[in-house]
T-cell receptor, first 112, second 112 residues
């Protein structure tokens, strides 16, 4: 499984766009990039997943450059409720050995 | 709503006294996972079931066992809990061929 590197923490203010970048230099051809969000005392929650270029859903956007060695999670206009830990995971999770190995994650603090 | 349910949400046990945590799902997913998450750390995979096939992570202590009597239920048994086993235990499921894992709310285990 590809190792990921993310900033340990980030601060933002309400209404701002937040971009969290994840490095995954040894990503494999079959690997997908997945982001999870975790609030205190809750289980992680799937946010978004992508393979290349750009993916957008109602919550976030995921930008993946052509070399796929990094990815950026973009949260538009964050609110206080977006304060959470965000995990970047890379791997091919579909098969019987498709397991999630969590890195340290990025603790996002949104201030008023 | 289809979901992953964990009972109890909070569990207190005594040092060395066996304890069982339970997880049920209404998603009919064939893959089920158990994670351990200690304070301010990322979730750590303990083991998973792919259908009935049990897969143990190499560094999961022998003190931890699991049972999956049917598709819907999965149990985590801690045979002799130590103080270091105090943590949040997360159950998750995944459908075959899918990437997204669905996490339960977790059971917070306290060992006295």
């Amino acid at each position: 499984l590809a190792k990921t590197t993310q900033p340990i923490s980030m601060d933002s203010y309400e209404g701002q766009e937040v971009n969290i970048t994840c490095s995954h230099n040894n990503i494999a051809t079959n690997d997908y990039i997945t982001w999870y969000q975790q609030f205190p005392s809750q289980g992680p929650r799937f946010i978004i997943q992508g393979y290349k270029t750009k993916v957008t859903n109602e919550v976030a956007s995921l930008f993946i450059p052509a070399d796929r060695k990094s990815s950026t999670l973009s949260l538009p206009r964050v609110s206080l409720s977006d304060t959470a830990v965000y995990y970047c995971l890379v791997g091919d999770y579909r098969g019987s050995q498709g397991n999630l190995i969590f890195g340290k994650g990025t603790k996002l603090s949104v201030k008023p | 709503d289809a979901m992953v349910i964990q009972n109890p949400r909070y569990q207190v046990t005594q040092f060395g006294k066996p304890v069982t945590l339970s997880c049920s799902q209404t998603l009919n997913h064939n893959v089920m996972y158990w994670y351990q998450q200690k304070s301010s750390q990322a979730p750590k995979l303990l083991f998973h079931y792919y259908d009935k096939d049990f897969n143990n992570e190499a560094d999961t202590p022998d003190n931890f066992q699991s049972r999956r009597p049917n598709t819907s239920f999965c149990f985590l048994d801690i045979r002799s809990p130590g103080l270091g086993d105090a943590a949040m235990y997360l159950c998750a499921t995944r459908g075959q061929g899918n990437y997204e894992q669905y996490f339960g709310p977790g059971t917070r285990l306290t060992v006295t």
